[in-house]
T-cell receptor, first 116, second 115 residues
Framework: KAGVTQTPRYLIKTRGQQVTLSCSPI?????VSWYQQTPGQGLQFLFE???????NKGNFPGRFSGRQFSNSRSEMNVSTLELGDSALYLC???????????????FGPGTRLTVT | AQSVAQPEDQVNVAEGNPLTVKCTYS??????LFWYVQYPNRGLQFLLK??????LVKGSYGFEAEFNKSQTSFHLKKPSALVSDSALYFC?????????????FGRGTSLIVHP
């Protein structure tokens, strides 16, 4: 099976701009989660999508949003970028069905976002 | 709320020696525990998990972890370290009852294996 893919791998944006990141999960996986990873804060949960619906949300401002398509691919959008948004954004997929707590997550390589 | 603590930011070990990366957790209900490894410029890679059953769990690349309910710990171990094991290691916890099924990750421990 192909792994989780994320595009683009690297991105440089200017403060105030917006950005869209894309994630394609492992085939058959219906749950897609997004995380922000920074040296200072570690790995922080952004949100989870399952069957095109946001099922869980972390403590991030409304500038961070996402969506999931019928083929389980997911996009994450950040509007009005701030310097502090510079991070590695990781996408993870899992089956997401019953017993979901016990499933491990499969991570993509991440998108490195730099805001200048 | 559930939480994970990885008390060591960095662990140094000589190649060939045994290694231990520590993890303690707090969760309501039964814990599901995971270890992941991250190599530079890569995403996290699943190593092993404890769901139920035998307290000693074996995973990829010769790693194992021991679940200790009384000490609420899930330390990662390997009998003989390799230089290629040098990476960032994350412990995570989730729960099917009382806690959240969304895993909570520790801050990570950098493992450095010296030749």
């Amino acid at each position: 099976k192909a792994g989780v893919t994320q595009t683009p791998r690297y991105l440089i944006k200017t403060r105030g701009q917006q950005v869209t990141l894309s994630c394609s999960p492992i085939s058959g996986h219906r749950s897609v989660s997004w995380y922000q990873q920074t040296p200072g804060q570690g790995l922080q949960f952004l949100f989870e999508y399952f069957s095109e619906t946001q099922r869980n949300k972390g403590n991030f401002p409304g500038r961070f949003s996402g969506r999931q398509f019928s083929n389980s691919r997911s996009e994450m959008n950040v509007s009005t970028l701030e310097l502090g948004d510079s991070a590695l954004y990781l996408c993870a997929s899992s089956p997401g069905t019953s017993g979901r707590s016990s499933y491990e997550q499969y991570f993509g390589p991440g998108t490195r976002l730099t805001v200048t | 709320a559930q939480s994970v603590a990885q008390p060591e930011d960095q662990v140094n070990v000589a190649e060939g020696n045994p290694l231990t990366v520590k993890c303690t957790y707090s969760v309501s209900g039964n814990p599901y525990l995971f270890w992941y490894v991250q190599y530079p410029n890569r995403g996290l890679q699943f190593l092993l998990k404890y769901i139920t059953g035998d307290n000693l769990v074996k995973g990829s690349y010769g790693f194992e972890a021991e679940f200790n309910k009384s000490q609420t710990s899930f330390h990662l171990k390997k009998p003989s370290a390799l230089v290629s094991d040098s990476a960032l290691y994350f412990c995570a916890v989730s729960s099917s009852s009382g806690g959240s099924y969304i895993p909570t990750f520790g801050r990570g421990t950098s493992l450095i294996v010296h030749p």
